[in-house]
């Protein structure tokens, strides 16, 4: 019995271990890649929209140069009919701004408005000023050159009296006592005539006590140009957003921003356009008229964030206190047009008149089909050339029925019955 215990207190064992040793044996094969949760389901916090690729727009073009039941003119080697009829692809790539828009993080107040008018009378008060003390410095610039001008001429009129003395002039000191002429230094009238800066001359009348005799003598004087003063622009709005992201909201009428994307909101679509900053990707959302989205309208992207879920490229949203603008058209789009090369209807030809000629029908009038391809529309890759004698006045050709009023060497006249 002792026996039989133990064996199979034995066996408990060795279950045991068996079972933990299980526990950690693998397979070998590398476990199964972990998938975020934000890659499984989409973000529903509110904070988080996605940006998927820009659709193209699919729509068919009928180009038609003429007109059912108008009567035409045609001369030699015109078309007189053109037909295309083709479905391209419609691409938006850019907007253009229709005008200036700014975002501001202050609401208008009246003590903004105070402030702005205060600061507005102080720039004019110190313009005021300017002008003042410009007028100021002319005017006494002008009275120093007039009194040198008056200066200047007294000296010349006392030099030229000595002069004429003759033989007395050296005596004349002794009873006198004033200064020999030879030791009283000329006035410099050349020099400061030379440098006086040029302008518009001022005559300056000589004193009365100098005599009747004294010439005149013209002085230039600096004037001052009122517009050339500096007038300050004003000051910044203190509203407008000066820092961080929201300072890069802004642009001006005819500012170009690409499209990056779209993205869904309660089933309507609205276009993502990218506002260049270095510090990451700023987008503006805007609906297909081109008005800006109900707030939240911005969304921002890390430039370190690559991550691209299937559900689309995670923005978040950026808040705004103060409204952008939510009621006019803010911009107009730029599309590019791709012509289908698969499927659905394509016509593109015209009938071009070539003039007349003459055989046994008599006159014989003439027109050149040609036929364009998708791949090249501009080539044609098929002409033929129809020829109808004059008594042909209809004309059957690719559904169309031409009648012929009359024809010539030089012009046809028609009109084009149905198409």
Same mark, same amino acid.
């Given at each position: 019995m002792k026996r039989f215990? #133990?064996?199979?207190?034995?066996?408990?064992?060795?279950s045991a271990v068996l079972?933990?040793?299980?526990?950690?044996?693998?397979?070998?094969?590398?476990? *199964?890649?972990?998938?975020?949760?934000?890659? #499984?389901? %989409? &973000?529903? $916090?509110?904070?988080?929209?996605?940006?998927?690729?820009?659709? *193209?727009?699919a729509r068919t073009v009928i180009s038609k140069n003429y007109a059912v039941g108008a009567r035409r003119i045609t001369t030699v080697g015109e078309p007189m009919v053109g037909v295309r009829d083709y479905t391209s692809s419609d691409v938006v790539i850019a907007a253009v701004a229709t005008r200036d828009f700014v975002q501001h993080c202050r609401r208008v107040s009246q003590l903004d408005a105070e402030e702005l008018v205060e600061m507005n009378a102080a720039l004019e008060l110190a313009v005021e000023a300017d002008v003042e003390r410009a007028s100021i410095s002319a005017a006494a610039t002008a009275q120093q050159s007039a $009194? =040198?001008?008056?200066?200047?001429?007294?000296?010349?009129?006392?030099?030229?009296? &000595?002069?004429?003395e003759g033989l007395l002039a050296p005596f004349r000191n002794l009873f006198t006592g004033a200064e020999p002429a030879a030791a009283r230094p000329a006035a410099p009238a050349a020099s400061a005539a030379k440098s006086a800066p040029?302008?518009?001359?001022?005559?300056?009348?000589?004193?009365?006590? *100098?005599?009747?005799?004294?010439?005149q003598v013209d002085v230039t004087v600096d004037t001052v140009e009122i517009a050339e003063i500096p007038v300050p622009v004003d000051p910044v709005d203190p509203r407008i957003c000066a820092a961080g992201r929201l300072s890069w909201v802004r642009g001006e009428v005819g500012e170009r921003f690409g499209v990056a994307g779209v993205y869904v909101e309660d089933g309507k679509e609205f276009y993502l356009l990218d506002l260049p900053t270095p510090e990451g990707n700023l987008y503006v959302a805007v609906d297909k008229l081109?008005?800006?989205? =109900?707030?939240?309208?911005?969304?921002?992207?890390?430039? &370190?964030?690559? *991550?691209?879920?299937?559900?689309?490229? %995670?923005?978040?949203?950026?808040?705004?206190?103060?409204?952008? &603008? #939510?009621e006019t058209r803010l911009f107009r789009f730029e599309t590019t047009e791709t012509m289908s090369l698969q499927g659905g209807d394509y016509r593109n030809f015209e009938l071009v008149f070539e003039g007349t000629s003459y055989d046994h029908r008599g006159m014989v009038y003439h027109f050149l089909y040609k036929e364009y391809g998708r791949d090249r529309p501009t080539t044609p890759i098929f002409v033929q050339d129809l020829a109808y004698a004059r008594q042909t006045s209809t004309v059957d050709i690719l559904g169309m029925r031409i009648r012929v009023h009359d024809v010539s060497d030089d012009e046809i006249v028609y009109t084009v019955q149905r198409d």
């Amino acid at each position: 019995m002792k026996r039989f215990t #133990e064996s199979i207190l034995a066996l408990s064992v060795v279950s045991a271990v068996l079972a933990v040793s299980g526990a950690g044996c693998t397979t070998g094969q590398p476990r *199964a890649a972990r998938i975020h949760s934000s890659f #499984e389901r %989409p &973000d529903e $916090s509110g904070r988080v929209i996605y940006m998927e690729p820009v659709q *193209a727009t699919a729509r068919t073009v009928i180009s038609k140069n003429y007109a059912v039941g108008a009567r035409r003119i045609t001369t030699v080697g015109e078309p007189m009919v053109g037909v295309r009829d083709y479905t391209s692809s419609d691409v938006v790539i850019a907007a253009v701004a229709t005008r200036d828009f700014v975002q501001h993080c202050r609401r208008v107040s009246q003590l903004d408005a105070e402030e702005l008018v205060e600061m507005n009378a102080a720039l004019e008060l110190a313009v005021e000023a300017d002008v003042e003390r410009a007028s100021i410095s002319a005017a006494a610039t002008a009275q120093q050159s007039a $009194s =040198d001008a008056a200066a200047t001429a007294s000296s010349a009129e006392a030099a030229a009296a &000595d002069s004429s003395e003759g033989l007395l002039a050296p005596f004349r000191n002794l009873f006198t006592g004033a200064e020999p002429a030879a030791a009283r230094p000329a006035a410099p009238a050349a020099s400061a005539a030379k440098s006086a800066p040029k302008a518009d001359p001022i005559v300056v009348m000589p004193d009365a006590s *100098a005599g009747a005799s004294a010439p005149q003598v013209d002085v230039t004087v600096d004037t001052v140009e009122i517009a050339e003063i500096p007038v300050p622009v004003d000051p910044v709005d203190p509203r407008i957003c000066a820092a961080g992201r929201l300072s890069w909201v802004r642009g001006e009428v005819g500012e170009r921003f690409g499209v990056a994307g779209v993205y869904v909101e309660d089933g309507k679509e609205f276009y993502l356009l990218d506002l260049p900053t270095p510090e990451g990707n700023l987008y503006v959302a805007v609906d297909k008229l081109g008005k800006l989205k =109900d707030e939240p309208y911005l969304a921002w992207r890390d430039l &370190d964030e690559v *991550a691209t879920t299937r559900f689309g490229v %995670p923005l978040r949203y950026v808040t705004t206190k103060v409204p952008l &603008d #939510e009621e006019t058209r803010l911009f107009r789009f730029e599309t590019t047009e791709t012509m289908s090369l698969q499927g659905g209807d394509y016509r593109n030809f015209e009938l071009v008149f070539e003039g007349t000629s003459y055989d046994h029908r008599g006159m014989v009038y003439h027109f050149l089909y040609k036929e364009y391809g998708r791949d090249r529309p501009t080539t044609p890759i098929f002409v033929q050339d129809l020829a109808y004698a004059r008594q042909t006045s209809t004309v059957d050709i690719l559904g169309m029925r031409i009648r012929v009023h009359d024809v010539s060497d030089d012009e046809i006249v028609y009109t084009v019955q149905r198409d």
